[in-house]
């Protein structure tokens, strides 16, 4: 079966500027997962989607970040406008139900803001 | 923060050793599991524990759980260049299937 795809794999931005990443996860797998990951540190979940509704978003700066995932299939994130410290890889994961909330991930998107 | 610790946060060994990293959580969980991440890429799950289980394996892969100390240990055998990365436990709780991360153990293995 087909990974989770993330694009694009890196992205350089200035400060103020904003920027966008997609991810289409696994077919089939209803929950989708947006985390953060700074350098040397472990992923923090941003938003967490079941079919096209957020059960989790109390991790994502609301006034900056916004994630959406229409029709319940793949899904995008946003941030408007970046700061230096959103330079961090973003990752995306999904899980498909009854497996044990295994995550399968996407190579992430590296962004680098300037 | 709800983010798990790990410990050590680096470790350096010779091929062949044993590697053993360990991890500590928060919450009450439903299941424990524990990820790889090689340099620049995505995570890969490698084996989860479910909180009534106490030990399990695959291949040279030994984990134990403790629910009344809330952690658990990661044990690699036999270990090989290929296994440096870094390693992160994960604890699952919630009826949301809520993943929480812990901060990780990089583990380099010298050939």
């Known amino acids: 079966e087909a990974g989770v795809a993330q694009s694009p794999r890196y992205k350089i931005i200035e400060k103020r500027q904003s920027v966008a990443f997609w991810c289409n996860p696994i077919?089939?797998?209803?929950?989708l997962y947006w985390y953060q990951q700074i350098l040397g540190q472990g992923p923090k979940l941003l938003i967490q989607f079941q079919n096209n509704g957020v059960v989790d978003d109390s991790q994502l700066p609301k006034d900056r970040f916004s994630a959406e995932r229409l029709k319940g299939v793949d899904s995008t994130l946003k941030i408007q406008p970046a700061k230096l410290e959103d330079s961090a890889v973003y990752l995306c994961?999904?899980?498909?139900?009854?497996?044990?909330?295994?995550?399968?991930f996407g190579a992430g998107t590296r962004l680098s803001v300037l | 923060s709800q983010q798990g610790e790990e410990d050590p946060q680096a470790l350096s060994i010779q091929e062949g050793e044993n590697a053993t990293m360990n991890c500590s959580y928060k919450?009450?969980?439903?299941?424990l599991q524990w990820y790889r991440q090689n340099s620049g890429r995505g995570l890969v799950h490698l084996i989860l524990?479910?909180?009534?289980?106490r030990e399990k394996h695959s291949g040279r892969l030994r984990v134990t759980l403790d629910t009344s100390k809330k952690s658990s240990s990661l044990l690699i055998t036999a270990s090989r260049a290929a296994d440096t990365a870094s390693y992160f436990c994960a604890d699952h709780s919630g009826g949301y299937q809520k993943v929480t991360f812990g901060t990780g153990t990089k583990l380099q293995v010298i050939p």
């Open positions: 524990i479910r909180s009534n289980e």
């Open positions: 919450t009450s969980i439903n299941n």
């Open positions: 077919s089939g797998h209803a929950t």
């Open positions: 994961a999904s899980t498909q139900q009854g497996r044990g909330n295994i995550q399968y």
